[in-house]
């Protein structure tokens, strides 16, 4: 199976927008701040192998060479505390959690197939994600109590995504306006774009 | 920022010092500011400045009393400090982990708790709607849990002083509840999303109506009129919202009530003789106490709670105000259940405020043969952030892949529609403390949750009408998503002590000068935003205060 993403606004960047009045200057300082990865301090080796096999089925980008780096950001918000506000009562703290839901994900791994999830193809590394979803664990002592399916979309998933479409790349994909101030937009109706916004999308039922 | 530097960040130190506070209509500029020494006995310390603490300091400042009000978070300046970023804006909001249980729990964070100045308004969706008028008394004109110990005749005037101070922009002529005179600003023009409400709504044969939202459609002031940026949940940058910290917070400050930002206020002291003397908060590094001769309590419906179980001593053991047990409890949430839908035209849900139309049919028909439920319901269109709404996708559905990234590729062509549900008060939702501290020592917030039958039975029936509405409106591959949103109650005022926390001016039946004045008085959580009520409640309580103080019974 060769997997291929049809994107809809091909050609649309917005960081085109850069020396527009879309952009202010803390927007830019933000996303400056955001195009280097920042170093790894907070998983380990092997966790971190893991995590980046994670990223890479959760967000798999076969169109592109240089592709969206979400791991170092997860590192670095577990580095610095950075919270939700909320942890479950029945969850240890995040960072403890993606510890442990890394290990369980690798354990589930060698358990079905006799090697760790990053080795896995990426038929069989989905495979794991789906049985971990519907709570069909083959190594449930290795979860250590740990809710899987809330620990895989609410821990895991959730932080990636944000991650990746917090990325140019992402917003730009989805035909997304991207950042917009002080100039917002004019025209809300049905259908109806500014010049500034992405043009039309390319849709294979329209 | 590199190490020994001065930090200019507003989260980083204290902004409100030195005689002078953050002018939030510039970039670096200020204001004046009264300020007033630990030792002086102020007339108010106000632990909170959000809905409920800001407008209150704003009608006791304005009335001559001295005023100091404490925020846990920082003082922003919009135009400068926030970004169109969603992840960088989380700075908004109450990232401090509160430990979540029971049989539904509760997110907390950016679902429902700011940490600023200006409170959760600085974040809120600004969607400004009114109680229905049985609501007060839902337990003897509807049958349903309990009164509030207000008349709605007495709230209708103060929800119109809100609407002004708001600049609240609606239609001339709003189609549910009694009369209303117009609302200060003209409507905003409903973007695509909303017309896909509008559409459902008219194929259904009920009513719909542009949202009452707390953004300017002209000027105002210093407020530019909006700009439809659609960022409005994670920060307005223009100053069009109408804001607490753009609108009670400037007036509190130039009628010489003293902010002090970064200022956690982790216990309420008593004297010997039972009432209560002042504050404990950390600023700066440090801890100090702030003498008053009466404190109110702001923070809503968590940080409310949990400071008066915090502060219990040898005369209070169970914590201040909770000689009956009541403090904690009752809390309520709205269901914040949603049905999206594909559409066939590009939508771009991005621009403008998330919810341009609103339908508050199930909040006023209660004959349909269709109502299984007490309680109300209204709902919105959406417009969620690109982050916001994966978040959304993977959490109800466990997508991943390019599943995902395909889901995710039709999000300009997608249109939601979202509850505010009315939850019951139930004893046993409620706020206690946890084992565990925060950075500064005190025992965490626990929060238990779970929904009864009724709450389910009403969010169920609003998915089947949302469902139904979205497909007369031309959407197709539906998905049902479950949340929550807002806090109301969990110090409940009433008219007796055995059942509530505080009479209906806020004070609380233990302590003569304790007082509350936020979402957590609410007895009933009704079927909209709770924000404007907050407000409309908050001027109510500080006309009263201030008329006791004339009268010398405070």
């Known amino acids: 199976m060769t997997e291929r993403f049809s994107a809809p606004y091909r050609g649309y960047d917005v960081l085109d927008k850069w020396d527009t009045p879309s952009f202010n200057d803390q927007t830019r300082r933000v996303l400056r701040g955001r195009m280097d990865p920042p170093p790894r301090r907070f998983f380990s080796d092997t966790e971190w192998r893991v995590l980046l096999a994670l990223c890479a089925r959760a967000m798999p980008q076969p169109e592109r060479t240089d592709p969206v780096a979400m791991a170092p950001f997860i590192d670095a918000d577990l580095h610095a505390g950075r919270g939700t506000g909320t942890r479950r009562a029945d969850m240890p703290e995040p960072g403890a959690a993606w510890r442990r839901g890394l290990a369980a994900l690798d354990a589930e791994a060698v358990a079905r197939h006799g090697r760790g999830f990053a080795d896995l193809d990426a038929a069989a590394a989905n495979a794991i994600l789906r049985a971990v979803d519907s709570g069909d664990l083959a190594d449930p002592a290795a979860w250590d109590g740990l809710p899987a399916q809330r620990f895989l979309r609410e821990t895991a998933l959730k932080h990636i995504v944000s991650i990746y479409y917090s990325q140019p790349q992402g917003m730009s994909e989805i035909g997304y306006g991207g950042p917009a101030s002080p100039r917002g937009y004019v025209r809300l109706g049905t259908d109806r774009i500014d010049p500034w916004e992405a043009p039309h999308g390319q849709w294979p039922d329209r | ?554």
């Open chain 2, 1 to 554: 920022m590199s190490a020994g530097a001065v930090s200019h960040v507003a989260e980083d130190r204290p902004r409100a010092t030195g005689g002078r506070a953050p002018d939030v209509f510039s970039r670096s500029g200020w204001v004046p500011m009264r300020e007033h020494a630990l030792g002086d006995e102020v007339d108010f310390a106000i632990v909170g400045s959000g809905c409920g603490g800001a407008v209150l300091a704003t009608k006791l400042a304005e009335a001559g009393h001295s005023v100091v009000m404490f925020d846990a978070g920082p003082f922003w300046r919009p135009l400068s400090d926030f970004a169109s970023d969603e992840r960088e804006q989380d700075k908004l909001y109450w990232l401090d982990p509160r430990v979540s249980d029971g049989d539904d729990p509760l997110e907390l964070g950016a679902n429902n708790s700011g940490r600023n100045v200006g409170g959760s308004t600085t974040h809120f969706q600004m969607v400004s709607l009114r109680f229905r008028p049985d609501w007060f008394k839902s337990r003897s004109k509807l049958g349903y849990a309990v009164d509030w110990p207000v008349d709605w005749h007495e709230m209708w005037h103060y929800y119109a002083e809100a609407e002004r101070a708001m600049a609240i922009s609606g239609p001339i002529s709003y189609p549910w509840g009694p009369k209303r005179g117009r609302y200060p600003y003209r409507e905003h023009e409903v973007n695509a999303a909303g017309l896909v409400l509008a559409r459902g709504a008219e194929a259904l044969g009920v009513a719909w109506a542009p949202t009452p939202l707390a953004t300017v459609s002209a000027p105002r002031g210093k407020s530019p009129p909006c700009v439809y940026r659609g960022m409005c949940k994670i920060g307005c940058s223009t100053n069009a919202k109408q804001s607490m910290l753009v609108t009670y917070i400037p007036r509190a400050l130039a009628a010489g009530a003293e902010i002090r930002d970064l200022a956690m206020v982790g216990r309420i002291d008593t004297g010997p003789d039972g009432r209560v003397t002042g504050v404990e908060f950390h600023r700066d590094g440090g801890w100090h106490v702030q003498r008053a001769r009466n404190v109110v309590v702001a923070g809503y419906s968590i940080e409310t709670p949990r400071l008066l179980l915090n502060s219990a001593c040898g005369r209070y053991p169970n914590g201040l105000a909770n000689g009956s047990d009541q403090v904690g409890r009752y809390l309520m949430v709205h269901s914040n259940h949603a049905v999206w839908a594909e559409m066939d035209e590009e939508i771009r849900w991005y621009k403008g405020p998330p919810s341009m139309a609103c339908c508050e049919h199930w909040n006023y028909d209660d004959d349909d043969p269709s109502r299984d439920f007490h309680g109300g319901y209204s709902f919105m269109s959406q417009g969620p952030l690109p982050g916001d709404f994966a978040g959304t996708l993977v959490t109800a559905t466990g997508a991943f892949g390019l599943d995902l990234r395909e889901r995710m590729a039709r999000y300009n062509r997608m249109a939601g529609l979202k509850i505010v549900g009315e939850t019951m008060p139930q004893a046993d939702n409620r706020v206690t403390l946890s084992d565990e501290k925060d950075g500064f020592g005190l025992p965490r917030a626990r929060i238990t949750f779970g929904y009864c039958d009724n709450d389910r039975r009403l969010y169920r029936h609003s998915l089947r009408f949302m469902s139904r509405m979205l497909q007369a409106a031309g959407g197709h591959d539906l998905l049902e998503t479950s949340s929550t949103a807002h806090l109301m109650g969990g110090c409940r005022m009433g008219s007796d002590p055995e059942t509530s926390v505080t009479d209906a001016n806020g004070r609380s039946w233990e302590i003569p000068n304790l007082w509350i004045c936020d979402g957590s008085l609410m007895p009933t959580a009704g079927g909209v935003n709770p924000a404007l009520t907050i407000v409309a409640n908050a001027a109510r309580i500080g006309d009263r205060i201030v008329a006791m103080g004339r009268k010398g019974t405070i």
